[in-house]
């Protein structure tokens, strides 16, 4: 067994690991704290102490997908449809700025409810307000990435969800993997900072296969990786599955950030969701980002990708509060800068 302190070792030093050693690291849980240990020490050297705070604009619901883990799948008739109207979702970044924020995240449900012209105007006025932004729309062509793109937009978050091609197929149906690949492609080639992560937990996946996900995510230099439990949803064709754990997603993460040292890593809401102390428990642990909801009202609840999401009846006040304390309480401080992507030198 000190075949994975050696592993840790190599990881922590070289950031990098065959899919072998990343197999063995998630098949035994006897050395997690020095896991998460090592991957705490690679985030304090190569991005510091300063947490990165992102504020989440929900903006809306709506979905023509219908990934079998989602609660704003299509098909799911329960939900109650929203989208906030444009100059709704400009007020609500700049109320997002006036709690101290310097990026926020636009994310939706992948619609055309929104055209071109409607995503540019929002893009823009947003951006000229100083913030820098982060989109989370889904799948589009390249040439709406590159309106999008020159309109002011910074970032863009798309999960891979799995690398796993069979599980894929299953879980998402009329979609492709190799589309969700080609997105990613385009994205980093206008410029954008690529955001990627998977779930963890889902059904059929395999210790392998989440290998093969986090040296998917070294193979495209992700910029950013948001990694978290899938936490099954009861108006989802995977209402019975057992899910992801909390250990397990910690574990994916921690193993990320090995691999990735530079990266900026959120610790998800996901995982606060399955622990009480999940996010600050990841920021021990590899993490140096967290997104708290910008959302305001109702529409917060309107939101539910999976049952237990936590903040759905707090403030956008409260939340930024709430963090801001627990950030403070480990040692750590909320950072002023916009926070982009240092790449590692070496
Ligand atoms: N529609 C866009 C997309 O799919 O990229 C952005 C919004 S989507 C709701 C954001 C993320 O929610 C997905 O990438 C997925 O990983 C996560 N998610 C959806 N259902 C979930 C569930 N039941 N448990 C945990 N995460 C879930
Ligand atoms: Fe739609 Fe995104 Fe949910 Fe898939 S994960 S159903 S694309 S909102
Ligand atoms: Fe929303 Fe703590 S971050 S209540």
């Known amino acids: 067994m000190t075949d994975i302190l050696a592993i840790l070792h190599t990881a922590e030093t070289t950031h ?21 240990m090592a991957a705490d020490r690679v985030r304090s050297k190569y991005v510091g102490d300063e947490v990165h705070l992102r504020g989440l604009i929900e903006f809306s619901n709506v979905c023509q997908q219908n990934c079998f883990y989602c609660g704003l799948r299509k098909d799911n008739a329960k939900v109650k449809r929203y989208w906030l109207t444009p100059d709704t979702i400009i007020e609500l970044a700049s109320k997002a700025q006036g709690y101290g924020y310097k990026t926020v995240v636009l994310q ?37 990435y590159e309106v999008y793109k020159k309109a002011g937009a910074d970032r863009y ?23 969700r690949i080609r997105c990613l492609t385009d994205l980093k080639e206008l410029g954008y900072e690529v955001g990627t992560g998977c779930l963890v937990g889902l059904p059929g996946q395999t210790i392998e296969s989440l290998a093969d996900d986090i040296l998917f995510f070294k193979a495209i230099d992700a ?78 609840q309107m939101y539910l990708l999976y049952p237990g999401k ?37």
Request: contains cysteine; hydrophobic residues 40%.
């Open 223 to 300: 910029d950013m990786i948001g990694l978290g439990p899938f936490i099954p949803n009861s108006d989802t064709p995977l209402a019975g599955e057992l899910g992801g754990t909390f250990v397990t997603s910690l574990k994916v993460m921690a193993i990320t950030r090995l691999l990735l040292p530079d990266a900026n890593i959120p610790a998800t809401t996901a995982m606060e969701t399955l622990n009480k102390e999940g996010r600050i428990t990841a920021l021990n642990s590899g993490a140096n980002v967290v997104m708290p909801n910008v959302t305001e009202g109702e529409y917060r």
């Open 16 to 36: 990098s690991l065959t899919k072998a050693e990343i197999v063995l690291l998630l098949a035994t849980n006897e050395y997690d704290q020095q896991l998460f």
């Open 157 to 179: 978050l798309l999960r891979i969800e799995t690398t796993d091609r069979e599980i894929y197929k299953k879980l998402h149906p009329g979609m492709e993997l190799e589309n």
């Open 108 to 144: 939706s449900g992948e619609s055309d409810v929104y055209t071109i012209a409607d995503m540019h105007y929002i893009i823009s006025k947003v951006k000229a307000l100083g913030l820098a932004i982060t989109l989370s729309v889904g799948e589009k062509t390249k040439a709406e």
């Open 310 to 346: 936590i903040c759905i009846n707090d403030t956008p006040a409260h939340c930024r509060g709430c963090i801001t304390g627990k950030i403070m309480a480990i040692g750590r401080q909320v950072s002023n800068k916009y926070g982009y992507r240092v790449k590692n030198k070496q």
